[in-house]
């Protein structure tokens, strides 16, 4: 392989692959010449030096301990706050958007996953991480609540109705 040709694409910023490609060479071939010719392709470095949101200078104190550091703790913070408000939405309106004892719908917040069968329940849905398709099957095994009547049903004070498809069926003049 050429040593000229070689300098000029990883001076381009090629990476191994890019270069394995264009000189139409396996990998671990490029790899070779690389060590041969004493060349190293770019590596980005693993931790940036300003918040990605807001700028700021990253420190020790201001970030977590991560293998890649791309923001500040409160930057952080706010965003994995805003990914769970919007799995949140999306896992009561999967559910059916309202309380299947008394209906109630007024804001997400207030509302909670109940496990039919808790034998079987595999993870909390509360604050978590998880992608949508392992926490759908985990959905599948729960019923919506308010936060009243799920720590009312945990209380043995009202019973799940019959039927969740039929709503209001907890008779909520039991809990007024």
């Not at 191994?16 to 070779?32: A, D």
């Not at 706050?81 to 309202?98: A, D, Q």
Request: with cysteine.
């Amino acid at each position: 392989m050429d040593k000229d040709y070689l300098t000029q694409l990883v001076t381009g910023g090629k990476s191994i692959r890019q270069i394995s490609k264009l000189v139409n060479k396996s990998e671990g071939s490029v790899r070779h010449w690389l060590r041969k010719y004493n060349l190293t392709t770019y590596k980005p470095p693993k931790y940036v030096d300003n918040c990605k949101f807001c700028n700021i200078k990253l420190t020790d104190q201001n970030t977590y301990d991560s293998k890649k550091r791309w923001s500040c703790k409160s930057c952080a913070n706010k965003y994995r706050n805003e990914r769970f408000v919007l799995t949140k939405h999306k896992m009561v309106e999967y559910k059916g958007g309202k309380c299947i004892c008394c209906g109630f719908d007024k804001h997400y917040s207030a509302l909670d996953f109940h496990h039919l069968d808790p034998s079987i329940k595999e993870f909390n849905l509360t604050r978590n991480s998880i992608g949508w398709d392992k926490l759908q099957p985990e959905l599948d095994k729960c019923v919506l609540l308010c936060s009243n009547c799920h720590r009312m049903i945990h209380a043995g004070v009202i019973q799940l109705p019959d039927d969740p498809a039929s709503e209001g069926t907890c008779l909520t003049s039991r809990h007024r």
